[in-house]
């Protein structure tokens, strides 16, 4: 067994594939030792046993499906009690096709076991873990179309509006305790994830589509800039910053004791 790794252990949910993978390799390339989490064990170990490899660091698969309440407590366990692990990257989501009649329940129901209850547990075990030991990390997989509703479908737009939110009040509870938090706004990334939801295949949308690894290097860039918001397709930063503003404009007028004068 080595010497574990100063950067700290990286708990990446949905490490198998995608976005998650690519998370993997970079922050294994930064020399993190790290804890794969996902269900397929293969894909896992074969990922476990080529950055392990290439990047000397320590690699431990941890199988899990998040869609079910004992594997998130067992993630969340280790992730309150491990003062190895530095940093969570909530990656694991999965989408839906079609539109919220279309969908059965069943699948509706998985997607938000994953996408939202998942996350805010394993978010919860971390912001424990971490705020107690005044360091750490937490970066949360979202999407841009958290900002675009009606361009989705309802369940996975909602899903990742919620991701968004839960990490901007996050930040407010514990971001001065030296724990820092980033959602990640990916716009259209890699194809498996809509592969998986049945969507089909749109070659129109090919000229959109960011490769993960570009994706993750740069809201990793964002991430050490201290952003707590990073859209990496974004040219201009002040557009997020305006929209920001906006919305804090509304604040002073949220909660009255009348209702507005054109509802008299
Ligand atoms: N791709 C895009 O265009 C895009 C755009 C915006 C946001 N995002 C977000 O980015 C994240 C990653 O997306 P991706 O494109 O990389 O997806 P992906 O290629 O489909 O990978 C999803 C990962 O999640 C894991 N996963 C799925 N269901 C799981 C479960 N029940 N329990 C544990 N792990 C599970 C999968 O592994 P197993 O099957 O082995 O479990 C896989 O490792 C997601 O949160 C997604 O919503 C993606």
Known sequence: MGTASQAGTALVTGASSGIGAAYADRLARRGHDLLLVAR??????RLATRLEKKYGVSVEPLPADL??????????????GDQQISLLVNNAG????????ESDRHSVAALLQLNVLA?????????VNFSMA?????INLGSVVALLPERFNAVYAASKAYVLSLTQSLHAEIGDRGVQIQAVLPGMTGK????????SHDPSLDAMMMDAGDLVDAALRGFDQGELVTIPSLPNSADWQSLLQARMQLAPNLSHKLPAARYA
């Open 40 to 45: 397929d064990q293969d894909r896992l170990q």
């Open 67 to 80: 869609s079910e309440t004992r594997a998130i407590e067992r993630v969340a366990k280790r992730l309150r």
């Open 94 to 101: 999965v989408s839906l096709s079609g539109s919220l009649v």
């Open 119 to 127: 996350l805010t547990l394993l978010s919860s075990a971390a912001a």
């Open 134 to 138: 005044g360091r750490g990390g937490i």
């Open 192 to 199: 498996e994830i809509w592969q998986r939801s049945g969507a």
